[in-house]
């Protein structure tokens, strides 16, 4: 069992993953986060599943070596493809985001016609209308990878006519089906929210995973008594591979915080992680 | 002293450079060439200079080993940043873009008034200023960062509306400066040539760097009497550390034809590459 004050580990790609943590920390105030965002390798959408794997199996590893008590994979490109290499290596409860968009998609849906949109390694894994089905049979789900998206998150262009035709480009097919229900199945998306919504109209809600992730993840704490009780003040840890290029902007727009204590971490030392070690501590 | 069949190894953050090995492979049909692109972490342009240095040291690393005989160096990223470090560890001339397409601007502009466009790495690096500046005291530079080209290039959106919008607002501040000559600082740019062209018009020429290379390259080998005289037909290898989305349609159009013989490289053997053992190969 792992001690209760204990954080949740929280990985993604790159920075997307703190729209997540920003989440986490709202909901769940008393627990402390380890927030890994691989930065220098970022992104993993575009690449192929043998390596967003290795990628994924490394940063499970140097979260358990952290002394995590669960872990929230918060980029939908490594939950498509290596959840269940995650699982296997972990011994504490394992959340991702795809489940999380894919369980509300199928609560919220009223016509049963649902949209996905996602990178396209996301998107070719087929992961969210398999995990919608799961919970929901009988629905219709489209898809469609955009991949400028994050791009132009990143650039900043939240607002902006080139973002916006891009949007229209890529959502088009999806209207024409007659979605009622749009999951925004990458953790860069919800910066485009009020842009996606006007695209869309009224008529169409938007998933954004993050909050239902919070929510899951306060179940989930609650249900295996591994909720914090301790008063102490939490600690929150932020680890990159790299600083790159206007990270400090997107960060802040994604965790809706400055981050202060930025940690770097060599990528040959997520390399060398050895996962066998993570066992006996 | 190499043996003058040896290869002539061509590297690149991705398949961008591709286009510097299409130009070589043409003015050069003699010569073997190893190519190395760093699928699995590109983009380098939006990562820190110390990163930058650690990668493009790495693939150096690799490609001594593989018994090059010269080195260039096709990222323009990499060439701005750590163009010093490459050459340390070189007992072999090194070659780079920057150095090439900044000659030719030099000697191309009429007016002196020349853009520059790039990544962000290169842009704010200051490298191609510093060259061109080297063949040309008075000159006058503007420069602009443009990181959407390479998304939009590997969407395949070569010749679109969205491509277009977003290239007329790059470069409309450079069109306000008057240039003449337009420095095509990045390897994947030139697959947007005629959109570019068009949109600077005719009077504003545009320098694709890969050309240049091509024509250094012949330059130095035969200045350093290692041109390949052996008439057995040359061998071309190419690897890369990732073989993700697009890959072959990307490299299809960067390299003018289709590669059939891709090699997976893992990034923990490239990490884990010797530079010390190379000198005593």
Redesign the interface.
Known sequence: MPNNSNPIGVFDSGVGGLTVAGALLKRLPQESIVYFGD???VPY????TA?IIEYAEQITAFLLNRRVKMLIVACNSMAAVAIDNIKNLSPYPVLDVIDAGAKLAAQKTLTGRIGIIGT??TI?SGAYPQAIHSYKSDCCIHTQAC??F???V??GWLDH??TR??AQ?YLQPLLEKQIDTLVLGCTHYPLLKPLLQEIVGEQVQLIDSADAMAQIAATVLEASGITNTNSTAPQHSFFVT?????LRAVSALALGRVIEDLQLVK??DI?LVNTDDTSRE
């Open positions: 930065t220098a390798r959408g575009v690449k192929s390596t396209p390694a070719n991949p400028l994050v791009p132009l990143e650039e006519i080139i035709l891009t480009e790299d600083i790159p290029y206007r990528l040959s390399a």
